[in-house]
C-alpha cells in the first residue's frame, strides 16, 4: 500500500515537473500575459467536461512537438482529465472545407499543414502522447464515412498533392482517403438512370426553364430564424434580364453572345423539394421562365444564368429548374457556389494554366457571380443548404448535365472490403494505445441534394429483394429502409470493432441522436437526411448495448431539450453508461448558464464534449499565424462554471 502510495505521489510530482518547465520554457503559445485559473471541475452535478481537438484544422498553424506539448500542458492546467482528438484520416482527405487539405507550401495560402505533417510524422501519435504523459485520458475520434468531401477541380486539370483525381459532375474530385483514391466504385451509389434517358445526355441542349414561387414561403434558416417569404403582388413582378454562359470543363465560363429568348407565364404547380417530397398541400403560383433560341455543341456540358435582379424571386434550384433537349428533359445537377481562390499567384493565372487545389470554402451570392467565370461551380456543396428545403434567391445558378453516380466520398458499408478498412484503423488506433475509441457517423462526404436516391449498391439490392421481395432497380422502394439495410451493415462492423477494442482492455464510445429514435425523411438540421449525416438508420438499442459510453451528437445551438433522444438517454442510463452531450460552442451559443444549467438538471447526463479546442479555447496560429489562449471564452466558462458550482 505505502508503495502504491509513494508511486502515486511520485507521479504527481513529476507530471507537476513537467508542466511547470514547459510551461516556462514555451515560446509559441502566447500565454505570458493571460492568467487562467483551473476551471471548476466536474460540475456539483457531477458532470465532467473534455475538449475535443479536431486535428487536421489544428496542423493549419504550423505545429511541431513543441506546440502540440504547449497545447495538451494548457489543457491539463485548465484542468480537463480527457481529451478526444479527431484523427487524421489515412491519406488526408480534405474535410469541411478545402483548407482543410495538404497544400504545396510556396503558393501563398497560409496552409501550414504539410510542415506541420513533416514536423510530427504522425500527428495522431503525438497528440496521443503528449496527453497521455500528462496524466489525461486521450480518446481517439474515428470517423468511418469522412473519407474526404470530394472538393472538384475542371475536368483536364491537375492538384499536385492529391492522390489520386477521379472524374465526376462538376469536374475531378479531389483529397479522398486512401481507401477511396483506390477505390472510388466503393462508395455509395445513385440509383441508375435508364437507357433512354442516358442517351439525352449525349444530346445539346436546347432549352432551359427555371419557376420562382409568387406565394408565401416559410424556411428555417438557424436554429430559431427563418426565412418569411410573403410572396409578389402582380404589380410588383420584375421579369429579369438573363444572360446565358457555358464552359466545357467547369473552369472558365464563356457568354453566349447570340440573341436568347426568354418567355414568361404564370402558371400554378405543385412545390416539391429535391427529393420529390410535397411541401405544400395545395399547388403554389409560379413565374416560369423559359430560356431558348440558343444553340451549343454537345461537349459544353455545363451552362449558367446570371439575373441582373433577382430580389424576391425565390427558387428552389434543386428541383425547379429544368433542361431539355431535343428528346425531352434530362437529370441535370444545379448549384448556386462558386470555386473560390485562396492563393493570388495562381488567381492571376488563367483556369487552364493555373495549378487547382489551392481553393477556398465556396462562396455564393454577388462573390460567385463576380468569379465563377474563371473558377466554375462546387456542386452539391452541403447539399440543399444548411436547414430547409433550399428556397434561395441567387443572382447565379450553374447547372451541369447528369447526376453524380456516387455520394462524393462516403464509402459503402455494405462491402467487406470496406468494413475490413475501418477494422484496420481501429487496429492502428488500439495499438497506438488510446484508452479508448469514439465512433462519430456525422461527416463531410455525403454533400447531396437528394439523398432518397442513393443506396443502390449491390449487396444492398441484393439484401432489399431478400427482405422485401422487391428490385431496388425496377420499382419504387421506401428509403428508411434502405438505410435500415445499410444501418445492420454498419453494425457488422462495429459488433467487430468493439470486440477488438474491448480485447485490448479500451472503451468504446458512439455518437447517437434523436433522429435514430424519431426516423423522419428530412434534410434539416439534425435529422437523417442533413447534409453531414451518412443516411443510415441504426439500430440505437443494440448500439448502447455493445459500447460503454454513449454521446447525443444533435445541435442546441443553447436550447437544450431533455426530451431529444429521450429514451436514447434513459436507456443507455439504466444500462451504466455514461452519456454525454455534444456541445457546439465554437459554432453555436454553447457557454451560457442556462444551457449549460439545463444539461446539470438532467441527471441522465454525465458529461459535456466542448467542441472544438481550435477557436473555442485555443488560436492555434491561421489564418493570422498567431497562437494563444481564447481569453474570452476561457473566461466565460469559468463564470458559467463557477455560477454552476454555486447553485
Given at each position: 500500500?505505502?508503495?502504491?502510495t509513494?508511486?502515486?505521489?511520485l507521479?504527481?510530482?513529476?507530471?507537476?515537473?513537467?508542466?511547470?518547465?514547459?510551461a516556462n520554457?514555451?515560446?509559441?503559445?502566447?500565454?505570458?500575459?493571460?492568467?487562467?485559473?483551473k476551471?471548476?471541475?466536474?460540475?456539483k452535478?457531477g458532470?465532467m467536461y473534455a475538449?475535443?481537438?479536431?486535428i487536421m484544422?489544428q496542423?493549419?498553424g504550423?505545429?511541431?512537438?513543441?506546440?502540440?506539448?504547449?497545447e495538451?500542458v494548457f489543457l491539463k492546467?485548465?484542468?480537463?482529465?480527457?481529451?478526444?482528438f479527431?484523427?487524421?484520416?489515412?491519406?488526408?482527405p480534405?474535410?469541411?472545407?478545402?483548407?482543410?487539405s495538404?497544400?504545396p507550401?510556396d503558393?501563398?495560402?497560409?496552409i501550414?499543414?504539410?510542415?506541420?505533417i513533416?514536423?510530427l510524422?504522425?500527428p495522431?501519435y503525438?497528440?496521443?502522447?503528449?496527453?497521455?504523459r500528462l496524466?489525461?485520458?486521450?480518446?481517439?475520434i474515428?470517423?468511418?464515412?469522412?473519407?474526404g468531401?470530394?472538393?472538384?477541380?475542371?475536368?483536364?486539370?491537375?492538384?499536385p498533392?492529391?492522390?489520386?483525381?477521379?472524374?465526376t459532375?462538376?469536374g475531378?474530385?479531389?483529397?479522398?482517403?486512401?481507401?477511396?483514391?483506390?477505390?472510388?466504385?466503393?462508395?455509395?451509389k445513385?440509383?441508375p438512370?435508364?437507357d433512354s434517358?442516358?442517351?439525352?445526355?449525349?444530346?445539346?441542349?436546347?432549352?432551359?426553364e427555371v419557376?420562382?414561387?409568387l406565394?408565401?414561403?416559410r424556411?428555417?434558416?438557424?436554429?430559431n430564424k427563418?426565412?418569411?417569404f410573403?410572396?409578389?403582388?402582380?404589380?410588383e413582378?420584375?421579369i429579369?434580364?438573363?444572360?446565358l454562359?457555358?464552359?466545357?470543363?467547369?473552369?472558365?465560363?464563356?457568354?453566349?453572345?447570340?440573341?436568347?429568348?426568354?418567355?414568361s407565364k404564370?402558371?400554378y404547380?405543385?412545390v416539391?423539394?429535391?427529393n420529390?417530397?410535397?411541401l405544400a398541400?395545395?399547388?403554389?403560383?409560379?413565374?416560369?421562365l423559359?430560356?431558348?433560341n440558343?444553340?451549343l455543341p454537345?461537349?459544353?456540358s455545363?451552362?449558367?444564368i446570371?439575373?441582373?435582379q433577382?430580389?424576391?424571386l425565390y427558387?428552389?434550384?434543386?428541383?425547379?429548374?429544368?433542361?431539355y433537349t431535343?428528346s425531352?428533359e434530362i437529370?441535370?445537377?444545379?448549384g448556386i457556389?462558386?470555386?473560390?481562390?485562396?492563393?493570388?499567384e495562381?488567381?492571376?493565372?488563367?483556369?487552364?494554366?493555373r495549378?487547382w487545389?489551392l481553393e477556398?470554402?465556396?462562396v455564393?451570392g454577388?462573390?460567385?457571380?463576380?468569379s465563377?467565370?474563371d473558377?466554375?461551380?462546387e456542386?452539391e456543396?452541403?447539399g440543399?443548404?444548411h436547414w430547409?428545403?433550399?428556397?434561395v434567391?441567387?443572382?447565379?445558378y450553374?447547372i451541369a448535365?447528369g447526376?453524380r453516380k456516387?455520394?462524393a466520398?462516403?464509402?459503402c458499408?455494405?462491402?467487406?472490403?470496406?468494413?475490413?478498412y475501418?477494422?484496420?484503423?481501429v487496429?492502428r488506433?488500439v495499438k497506438m494505445?488510446?484508452?479508448g475509441i469514439?465512433?462519430?457517423?456525422q461527416?463531410?462526404?455525403?454533400?447531396?441534394?437528394?439523398y432518397v436516391?442513393?443506396?443502390?449498391n449491390?449487396?444492398?439490392?441484393k439484401?432489399?429483394?431478400e427482405?422485401y421481395?422487391v428490385?431496388?432497380?425496377t420499382?419504387?422502394?421506401d428509403?428508411?429502409?434502405?438505410?435500415?439495410?445499410?444501418g445492420?451493415?454498419?453494425?457488422?462492423f462495429?459488433e467487430?470493432?468493439?470486440?477488438?477494442i474491448?480485447?485490448?482492455?479500451?472503451?468504446v464510445q458512439?455518437h447517437?441522436?434523436?433522429?435514430h429514435?424519431?426516423?423522419?425523411?428530412s434534410?434539416?438540421f439534425n435529422?437523417?437526411g442533413?447534409?453531414?449525416?451518412?443516411k443510415?438508420?441504426?439500430?440505437?438499442?443494440?448500439v448502447?448495448?455493445?459500447v460503454?459510453e454513449?454521446t447525443?451528437?444533435?445541435?442546441y445551438h443553447?436550447?437544450?431539450?431533455?426530451?431529444?433522444?429521450?429514451?436514447?438517454?434513459?436507456?443507455?442510463n439504466?444500462?451504466?453508461k455514461?452519456?454525454?452531450v455534444h456541445?457546439?460552442?465554437t459554432?453555436g451559443d454553447?457557454v451560457n448558464?442556462?444551457?449549460?444549467?439545463a444539461i446539470?438538471?438532467?441527471k441522465r447526463?454525465?458529461?459535456v464534449?466542448?467542441y472544438e479546442?481550435?477557436g473555442?479555447?485555443?488560436?492555434?496560429g491561421?489564418?493570422?499565424?498567431?497562437?494563444?489562449?481564447n481569453?474570452e471564452?476561457?473566461?466565460?466558462?469559468q463564470n458559467v462554471l463557477q455560477?454552476?458550482?454555486?447553485?
Open positions: 500500500m505505502k508503495k502504491v509513494s508511486l502515486t505521489i507521479l504527481i510530482i513529476t507530471t507537476g515537473s513537467i508542466i511547470a518547465q514547459i520554457n514555451s515560446n509559441t503559445l502566447n500565454t505570458s500575459s493571460l492568467s487562467f485559473k476551471l471548476p471541475m466536474p460540475t452535478g458532470k475538449p475535443v481537438v479536431d484544422p496542423l493549419r504550423f505545429h511541431d512537438n513543441n506546440k502540440v506539448r504547449e495538451m492546467k485548465l484542468g480537463f482529465d480527457r481529451v478526444y479527431v484523427l487524421c484520416q489515412p491519406g488526408y480534405s474535410f469541411s472545407d478545402p483548407t482543410l495538404v497544400m507550401t503558393k501563398g495560402t497560409g501550414q499543414t504539410l510542415e506541420s513533416l514536423a510524422g504522425d495522431n503525438v497528440y496521443l502522447y503528449e496527453a497521455q496524466g489525461m485520458e486521450a480518446w481517439a474515428i470517423k468511418p464515412y469522412e473519407s468531401t470530394g472538393f472538384t477541380i475542371p475536368h483536364g486539370t491537375n492538384a498533392l492529391s492522390r489520386k483525381q477521379i472524374e459532375i462538376g475531378q474530385h479531389i483529397h479522398f482517403d486512401n481507401l477511396i483514391s483506390d477505390n472510388p466504385n466503393l462508395r455509395v445513385r440509383k438512370y435508364h434517358i442516358l442517351n439525352r445526355l449525349d444530346e445539346p441542349i436546347k432549352s432551359l419557376a420562382f414561387s406565394d408565401s414561403i424556411q428555417r434558416v438557424s436554429s427563418y426565412l418569411e410573403d410572396g409578389l403582388k402582380d404589380s413582378i420584375q429579369p434580364d438573363i444572360a454562359w457555358y464552359s466545357e470543363t467547369n473552369g472558365r465560363y464563356v457568354k453566349y453572345n447570340g440573341n436568347i429568348k426568354v418567355e404564370f402558371e404547380r405543385q416539391e423539394d429535391a420529390g417530397f410535397s398541400k395545395e399547388p403554389k403560383r409560379f413565374l416560369v423559359t430560356i431558348k440558343f444553340s454537345e461537349n459544353y455545363y451552362l449558367a446570371t439575373l441582373d433577382n430580389k424576391n427558387t428552389i434550384p434543386y428541383s425547379m429548374i429544368k433542361a431535343r425531352g437529370p441535370i445537377t444545379t457556389h462558386s470555386r473560390s481562390p485562396m492563393s493570388q495562381e488567381a492571376s493565372k488563367s483556369p487552364e494554366v495549378e487545389g477556398k470554402r465556396p455564393k454577388e462573390e460567385a457571380a463576380k465563377f467565370m473558377w466554375g461551380f456542386f456543396f452541403q440543399t443548404g430547409g428545403d433550399g428556397w434567391s441567387s443572382p447565379l450553374g448535365k447526376k456516387y455520394m466520398g462516403t464509402p458499408e455494405a462491402y467487406a472490403e470496406v468494413r475490413e475501418w477494422l484496420d484503423q487496429q488506433v494505445g488510446f484508452d469514439d465512433f462519430r457517423l461527416n463531410h462526404s455525403g454533400m447531396v441534394s437528394d436516391n442513393y443506396g443502390y449491390e449487396p444492398i439490392v439484401r432489399y429483394k427482405k421481395g428490385d431496388m432497380l420499382a419504387d422502394v428509403p428508411l429502409k434502405i438505410m435500415e439495410i445499410r445492420e451493415f454498419f453494425l457488422l462495429l467487430k470493432a468493439t470486440d477488438i474491448h480485447d485490448s482492455g479500451k472503451k458512439v447517437l441522436r434523436h433522429a429514435e424519431e426516423r423522419v425523411l434534410d434539416e435529422e437523417l442533413f447534409w453531414a449525416m451518412p443510415i438508420v441504426l439500430d440505437w438499442k443494440k448502447v448495448d455493445l460503454d454513449v447525443i451528437k444533435d445541435y443553447g436550447d437544450y431539450r431533455p426530451k431529444r433522444a429521450n429514451s436514447i438517454k434513459t436507456y443507455a439504466d444500462k451504466g455514461r452519456v454525454w456541445n457546439y460552442f459554432q454553447g448558464f442556462d444551457f449549460l444549467n446539470e438538471q438532467d447526463i454525465d458529461g464534449l466542448l479546442v481550435d473555442g479555447i485555443l488560436h492555434t491561421f489564418p493570422d499565424k498567431k497562437s494563444k489562449p481569453d471564452n476561457i473566461n466565460k466558462l455560477k454552476l458550482k454555486k447553485n
